[in-house]
């Protein structure tokens, strides 16, 4: 049981960019993807997530014994797989509580029955200190920075993936909203949710206690010392 990811090259526009990556994410596991600006980390998250603008050139991506290598992404998120964006987009007129229902749907085959989906969903709001109201808005309009973050989170906690892959979902936080994030994932990980996490903070990292650190540099990956 695992997410292995085996000598994975990608190409962006006929670019390469990143260039033969392995690495492997057990059951709640935390690993940190460090890098510079321009490194690849946003590149190696969304192929990993099939987002159609990157070009796996070669290698594979193996969830739990499922090859997903040639597997469009609603089949990578049904077999458990989760992509927080850096820069989410707003989707005006969907309300956050229907995409929320409609995504466990797709997921899970079934259509989430109300009364344990709101009890949930206001677990979560709370984990997240959201205001009950924030699940009627359209996903992402007019959200601020960290609110967007916060929606990335909230849809991480309800879709409950096996593995998740979390991109900057720090930045534009302020400090008591770090400490809600550093929560969620280390809930996440008690209840054996992989994470694979692109941070700069060095006390992020810190306060987590990660079990790897990969710093990707011109598109090849090294392990750091924990
Ligand atoms: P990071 O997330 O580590 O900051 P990215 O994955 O966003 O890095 O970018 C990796 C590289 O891909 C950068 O050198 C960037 O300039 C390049 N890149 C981004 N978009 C395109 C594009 N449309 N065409 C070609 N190269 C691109
Ligand atoms: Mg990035």
Do not use: C, W
């Not at 600006?37 to 998250?45: D, P, R």
């Not at 989906?117 to 601020?144: I, V, Y």
């Not at 991480?156 to 302020?174: Q, V």
């Amino acid at each position: 049981m695992s997410l292995v990811i085996n000598n994975l090259s990608v190409s962006r526009a006929q670019t390469p960019i990143i260039n033969r990556v392995s690495l492997s994410i057990s059951p709640g596991e935390l690993h940190i993807l460090s890098g510079v600006n321009g490194a690849g980390k946003s590149t190696l998250l969304n192929a990993l997530m099939a987002n159609p603008l990157y070009e796996v050139t070669s290698g594979e991506i193996v969830l739990d014994d499922i090859d997903l290598t040639k597997l469009p992404t609603f089949e990578r998120a049904r077999a458990g797989l989760f992509l927080s964006l850096q820069a989410p987009p707003e989707v005006p007129g969907v309300p956050m509580d229907d995409f929320l229902r409609t995504s466990l749907e797709a997921i899970t085959g079934t259509r989430p029955h109300t009364l344990p989906f709101e009890r949930d969903l206001q677990e979560a709001l709370g984990l997240l200190r959201l205001d009950p109201k924030f699940a009627k808005r359209s996903l992402n309009e007019g959200f601020s920075g960290g609110e967007k973050k916060r929606s990335e989170l909230l849809q991480l906690l309800m879709l409950k993936p096996k593995y998740a892959l979390l991109d900057e979902p720090d930045s534009g936080l302020d400090p008591d909203a770090v400490g809600y994030l550093i929560e969620v994932i280390t809930k996440l990980r008690a209840q054996g949710t992989g994470i694979f996490l692109v941070t700069h903070y060095e006390h992020v990292i810190k306060s987590l206690n990660p079990t790897a650190i990969h710093k990707l540099d011109l598109g090849n990956i090294t392990l750091q010392n924990t």
